[in-house]
């Protein structure tokens, strides 16, 4: 359990009084490309309401699973390594200079339960002893958040509180017959996959992050193991736990992690989730490797552990701080559903 203790939770009061310290975060100081109204803060307590309504009419009765990726696929010790050759422009936060840090990731199903359903998958990902000031939570932490597509389907966070509210009234079917949610519905079809596992596709933060003091990126992170699992003939509920045991009984783990740099906000927008920043204008750079070997995580006890773990792309130092309003929403929400849910759980008999 050190593992756990080590990373999983941050103290209330340092939570507190970061939240305290960021309360003016919306209409602080804005960056390049931001467009705050000043609303942001209303909309995410209401956000925070509406999600918590969905995720218990989900789990009626027992312990309350994550709004999104709620199927912990495994977690993992890493290490992460920043690369010695980073381009002097993007040295700033933990890739001003070589180092390895400890890392834990979390692999999850976004919005099913059995693995053979077509599903985004998400990679979670916190590195311990960092130094630098936090922009939120615990010093010494740093998260990043990615789904396996390189967009979300919302624009902006009032199209995702609609998509929300859509679920709750169980009104999904009008939601995406209006034709002003077609885009998102395309993006949400082009997203969805079976991979063969969650070790050889690629991830994307899809929103943006500031990187030192007056640039903005966003993060890929893209497999490098020469081993590549194969598409099972039938796939099955827990094909992917599978594959990714496999895989680790065979080779060891290699995500290469990428900085993409923003060139104009015209083409490259802060306030636009669902807009993909052209790879051909800016490629993305390898700055960091992350690997890791063999390890038991399909136990009882190991998923559980991987249950309660919480991220949030706040817990990261201000060199690197979420920038736009769909950022900055996220912050309460997942501070505030992360804790619903831990104090949901079932007390051990
Ligand atoms: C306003 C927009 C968003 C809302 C309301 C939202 C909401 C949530 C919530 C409530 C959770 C569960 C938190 C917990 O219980 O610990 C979650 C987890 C997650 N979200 Fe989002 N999300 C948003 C945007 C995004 C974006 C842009 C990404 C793109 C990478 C993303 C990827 C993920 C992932 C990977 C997790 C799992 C984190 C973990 O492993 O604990 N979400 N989201």
Wanted: glycine share 4%.
């Amino acid at each position: 359990m050190t593992r756990l203790n080590a990373i999983r939770r941050l103290s209330l009061p340092t939570v507190l009084l970061s939240t305290l310290l960021c309360a003016t975060g919306a209409l602080g100081q804005q960056f390049a490309g931001e467009q705050f109204n000043g609303q942001e803060d209303a909309l995410a307590a209401q956000m925070s309401s509406l999600i918590k309504q969905v995720v218990q009419n989900r789990y009626p009765t027992g312990t309350l699973r994550r709004f999104n990726q709620a199927k912990s696929l495994g977690c993992f010790d890493a290490r992460f390594s920043v690369n010695e050759n980073v381009p002097a422009k993007l040295r700033f936060g933990i890739f001003s200079h070589p180092a390895n840090y400890p890392a834990w990731v979390r692999f999850a199903n976004a919005s099913t339960q059995d693995d053979e359903d077509k599903d985004l998958r998400g990679m979670s990902i916190r590195l311990s002893g960092v130094s630098g000031d936090v922009a939120w939570g615990q010093p010494g932490y740093q998260d990043f958040v990615l789904n396996s597509h390189p967009v979300l389907f919302a624009a902006t966070p009032e199209e995702f509180q609609e998509f929300i509210q859509a679920q709750l009234d169980d009104d999904m079917l009008w939601y995406f017959l209006n034709p002003a949610h077609w885009d998102s519905l395309l993006i949400l079809l082009n997203a969805r996959g079976r991979p063969a596992s969650p070790f050889d596709i690629r991830y994307w933060s899809t929103t943006p992050y500031q990187l030192g003091p007056n640039q903005a990126v966003k993060y890929s992170v893209k497999p490098c193991s020469d081993y590549r699992s194969e598409k099972p003939n039938d796939y099955t509920n827990n094909y992917l736990r599978a594959a990714m045991q496999t895989h680790l009984e065979n080779a060891a783990v290699c995500f290469d992690f990428m900085l993409q740099s923003q060139t104009n906000n015209r083409d490259m927008p802060i306030e636009d989730a669902s807009a993909e920043w052209d790879e051909d204008e800016s490629p993305f750079v390898p700055v960091a490797r992350l690997t890791f070997g063999h390890q038991p995580f399909i136990s009882t006890e190991a998923l559980d552990i991987c249950e309660q773990s919480e991220f949030n792309p706040w817990q990261s130092l201000t060199e690197h701080k979420p920038l736009g309003r769909m950022n900055y929403v996220r912050k309460q929400i997942y501070q505030e559903l992360s804790a619903f849910r831990m104090q949901s759980r079932q007390p051990n008999p």
